[in-house]
C-alpha cells in the first residue's frame, strides 16, 4: 500500500486546505444572503481573528478562553462597521458597496500592520499530538477540529435560519427587503446581525487555521480569494453549496499538484470557475435562481 | 593649611576634568559623508532596521577612536522604501546635495542595481550587501560585502556530499528566487555529485505544500532544497514534519535571523540554513581571526541594542570598516582613489571573512566565507566551518 500512500496524501492535503476555502466561503455566503453584497474585507476578519487569539495566548490567556474573545470581538467588529460605514451607503449602488468593502479591507489591513507589525505567529494546535497515519499518509489533528467546527458552524447557521425569529426575519430581508421592511422587519438590523454573523465565521475560520499557518497582517488575502472562487462555484447564495466547492477545490488543486504539476494547480482552479460560470452562472449547487 | 588643601584638591579636580575632556574630544576636522541607503519602510524593512543599526555604530565607534586621522565620519541615512525607484532618487541626493564620498546599504537586487549604476556614473563607490552580482568590468565602482548567492548552495551541497548525499528533490517557490534557486542547484548539483530527483514548485501563499511534498517522497530523496526565506520556509520544514520526512532541508541565507528561527523552534527535522560567522559567533573557532571582530563589535552592538549583531548588520559593518580603511592610507577622498583603494586592500578581516578585493574582484569574500548551520531548538549549530 505504500507505494499509493501518496494518493491519500494528496486526498488529506486537499481537504486541509479545502476546509480552509470552505470556512471563508461560508463566511462570504451569510453576508450575502441577507444583504446580497460580497464583502471583500472577509479576509481581514480571518486575520483579526487569528492574529488577536494568537496575542491573547502569548499573554497568558487559555485557548479557550482566548477563542471565545477573539470570537466576540471580531463579531462586535463586523456589525460595528456595518453601522458605521455600510449602512450610511446602503441605498447606494452594488458598485458603491463593494468599493467600501474593499476600502475597509485596506484600513483594516493597515490597522493589523500597526498592531501586529511585520511579524508572523504561531497558534499551537488545538490538541498537540503527532500527526495520524492512514496507509502512509499523514493527517494532522487541527483537519478534525476545522472540519468538526465547520459542521457545528453549519448546524449552527442552519439552525438560526430556520428555527429562530431573527434568522428568519433575516431570510425575509435576503429574500425582498421592501415586503420585509412593510412587515416591519429592520432591514438595517438584519443587515448588521448578516454582518456580525459573517466577521464571526471568518474569525472562526482564522482561530481554527492558524495552528496550521504562520499568520500575519498579510495573510487574509488567500482564503479571500480561494473562499470566492468557492463561493463563485457553489452558487453565491448556497451554503452547503459553498462548503462542497470549498473542499472540491482543495482537492482538485491537491490531486493536480500532485499527479499533474504543481504550475497547473491555479491554471486548473481558475478554469473550473471560468467553465462554472459560463455552463451555470449561478453556481453548482444554487437552485434559489 | 586647610584653605591650601582645598585649593590644591580643586586645581587636581579641573585638572583631571580637563584631562577627561580631552580624550572624550570627538575628531574635529571636516566629516568624510557616507551615504547609507536602507529600506526602513516596505517589504524589506526588516533587514533594513539591522542595517542601520550596525553601520551607525560602527560609526560611533570609528569616531569613538578619533575618527580617520582626526576627521569624523558622517553617516547620513535615508530610508529607500524597498524600492529600487525612491532607492535612485535617495541615490542622487546623497552624491549631489550630500557630497557623500562613498555610499552604503540597500538589501535587493533590483535596488542595488538601481544604486550601482548611479554609482558608476558619478564615480562614487558603493558597498551595497544584497543578492547583486557585481561585474566589475561593469561596476566599476560598486562592491559587494554580502556573500555571493552561489555560494548559498555550493557550500551546502558541499555539506551534502560529505555527508553522502547524492539525491536531491527541490522544491521551490513560484517567482524569481525560486527560479534562481533552481538554476544554481542544477548548476552547482553535478560538481558535489548529487543528483536532482524532482522538483515542484509552490505559491509562498499556499496553506500547504504537504502534495508537493508527497509527490517528491516518491522519489526517496535523501534531502530536500526549498530556495525561500521565511515564513514559505518555515512551512515547507513543518509540513516535512508532519509527513515524517525526516531528511535534512535546505533553506535560503535570509533565514539567518531570529525571526525564523523563532518560527520553526518547535520543527523536527534538520532544517540547514547557510550564513555568515555573524549568524552564530559561538560556533566560530577561536583560532579564526574574525572571531576577535565579531566578538568586540558584539558586545557594544548587545550594550547599545540589547542584541547582537548578525548576519545582515555585519555586511554594513563591514561596509563602513572597509571604507574606513582605505580612507586611512588615501590622500584625498576622490571616487577613484577610494575604488582603487578597494581594490587594493588584502587580508582585511572583518565579520564575513577576509576580504581580499581586486580589480577583477568586487566581493572580496570566497567560498569558505560561508558556514553552514543547523537550526537546533531555536539556535544555529555550525555544521560546516
Not at chain 1, 194 to 216: K, N, R, V
Not at chain 2, 144 to 151: I, L, M, P, S, V
Request: charged letters at 15%; one cysteine or more.
Amino acid at each position: 500500500m505504500g507505494e499509493y500512500s501518496h494518493l491519500f496524501q494528496f486526498f488529506f492535503s486537499g481537504i486541509t486546505t479545502g476546509s480552509i476555502y470552505a470556512l471563508i466561503a461560508v463566511s462570504l455566503v451569510i453576508v450575502y444572503r441577507v444583504s446580497q453584497l460580497i464583502c471583500f474585507s472577509q479576509g481581514e476578519f480571518f486575520v483579526f481573528g487569528a492574529l488577536f487569539m494568537a496575542t491573547l495566548i502569548s499573554k497568558g490567556v487559555s485557548l479557550p478562553l482566548a477563542f471565545v474573545i477573539s470570537l466576540f470581538g471580531s463579531m462586535a467588529m463586523g456589525g460595528f462597521l456595518q453601522w458605521l460605514l455600510i449602512r450610511r451607503i446602503q441605498g447606494s449602488s452594488i458598485g458603491n458597496l463593494i468599493v467600501m468593502t474593499i476600502a475597509i479591507f485596506l484600513a483594516l489591513r493597515g490597522l493589523a500592520l500597526i498592531i501586529w507589525g511585520r511579524e508572523s505567529y504561531v497558534v499551537r494546535p488545538f490538541t498537540e499530538s503527532q500527526p495520524i497515519t492512514f496507509m502512509g499518509a499523514s493527517l494532522q489533528l487541527q483537519v478534525f477540529w476545522i472540519a468538526g467546527i465547520t459542521v457545528f458552524v453549519l448546524l449552527l447557521i442552519w439552525f438560526f435560519f430556520e428555527k429562530t425569529m431573527l434568522g428568519l426575519a433575516m431570510r425575509a430581508c435576503a429574500e425582498n427587503p421592501l415586503g420585509a421592511s412593510l412587515m416591519g422587519i429592520s432591514v438595517n438590523r438584519a443587515a448588521f446581525f448578516a454582518w456580525a454573523w459573517g466577521a464571526a465565521i471568518g474569525a472562526i475560520a482564522g482561530m481554527t487555521i492558524c495552528p496550521l499557518l504562520f499568520t500575519q497582517y498579510t495573510s487574509g488575502v488567500m482564503p479571500m480569494v480561494k473562499g470566492f472562487i468557492a463561493m463563485s462555484i457553489g452558487g453565491l447564495s448556497s451554503i452547503m453549496g459553498s462548503v462542497i466547492a470549498g473542499l472540491m477545490l482543495g482537492l482538485v488543486e491537491s490531486y493536480t499538484i500532485g499527479l499533474i504539476s504543481s504550475k497547473f494547480s491555479d491554471a486548473i482552479v481558475f478554469t473550473l470557475l471560468i467553465l462554472v460560470l459560463l455552463i451555470r452562472p449561478s453556481g453548482l449547487f444554487n437552485s434559489q435562481r | 593649611m586647610k584653605k591650601f588643601l582645598i585649593f590644591i584638591l580643586l586645581l587636581l579636580f579641573v585638572g583631571l576634568s580637563a584631562t577627561n575632556i580631552g580624550y572624550a574630544q570627538k575628531p574635529t576636522g571636516e566629516p568624510y559623508v557616507i551615504g547609507g541607503i536602507f529600506p526602513l519602510t516596505g517589504y524589506l524593512s526588516w533587514l533594513g532596521e539591522y542595517k542601520k543599526k550596525g553601520s551607525e555604530l560602527k560609526v560611533e565607534l570609528i569616531n569613538e577612536a578619533d575618527g580617520i586621522n582626526g576627521r569624523p565620519l558622517k553617516l547620513v541615512i535615508y530610508d529607500d522604501q524597498s524600492s529600487p525607484e525612491q532607492a535612485a532618487k535617495i541615490a542622487q541626493r546623497l552624491i549631489s546635495k550630500d557630497k557623500a564620498i562613498a555610499m552604503i546599504g540597500t538589501a535587493s537586487v533590483p535596488i542595488s542595481g538601481a544604486v550601482a549604476s548611479l554609482a558608476n556614473k558619478n564615480s562614487i563607490p558603493a558597498i551595497i550587501g544584497s543578492g547583486y552580482e557585481v561585474n566589475p568590468e561593469k561596476d566599476r565602482f560598486v562592491f559587494n560585502t554580502a556573500h555571493k548567492t552561489d555560494f548559498a548552495v555550493a557550500r551546502p551541497f558541499q555539506y551534502f556530499k560529505e555527508k553522502g548525499i547524492t539525491k536531491l528533490a527541490l522544491l521551490m517557490p513560484i517567482g524569481s528566487l525560486g527560479e534562481l534557486g533552481s538554476t544554481l542547484a542544477r548548476k552547482y548539483a553535478p560538481s558535489y555529485g548529487i543528483t536532482i530527483v524532482g522538483e515542484e514548485k509552490f505559491d509562498v501563499k499556499a496553506p500547504d505544500v504537504t502534495a508537493q511534498l508527497a509527490k517528491l517522497k516518491t522519489l526517496k530523496p535523501q534531502a530536500l532544497f526549498s530556495f525561500c526565506t521565511g515564513e514559505p520556509a518555515a512551512l515547507v520544514a513543518r509540513n516535512m514534519a508532519q509527513m515524517n520526512m525526516n531528511i535534512p532541508v535546505l533553506v535560503s541565507h535570509g533565514n539567518a535571523n531570529p525571526g525564523f528561527l523563532k518560527l520553526v523552534s518547535n520543527v523536527n527535522v534538520p532544517i540547514i540554513v547557510p550564513a555568515g560567522r555573524a549568524a552564530a559567533p559561538d560556533a566560530i573557532p577561536d583560532s579564526d581571526p574574525c572571531k576577535k571582530v565579531i566578538a568586540a563589535f558584539n558586545k557594544r552592538h548587545i550594550a547599545k541594542f540589547n542584541e547582537p549583531a548578525n548576519y545582515y548588520s555585519a555586511e554594513m559593518v563591514d561596509a563602513i570598516a572597509i571604507i574606513a580603511e582605505v580612507l586611512k592610507t588615501t590622500k584625498g577622498a576622490t571616487g577613484e582613489k577610494l575604488r582603487d583603494g578597494i581594490e587594493n586592500l588584502k587580508n582585511f578581516v572583518g565579520m564575513q571573512g577576509i576580504y581580499n578585493f581586486s580589480p577583477s574582484d568586487h566581493h572580496g569574500t570566497v567560498l569558505n566565507d560561508m558556514m553552514v548551520f543547523e537550526v537546533k531548538e531555536g539556535k544555529l549549530h555550525m555544521l560546516l566551518k
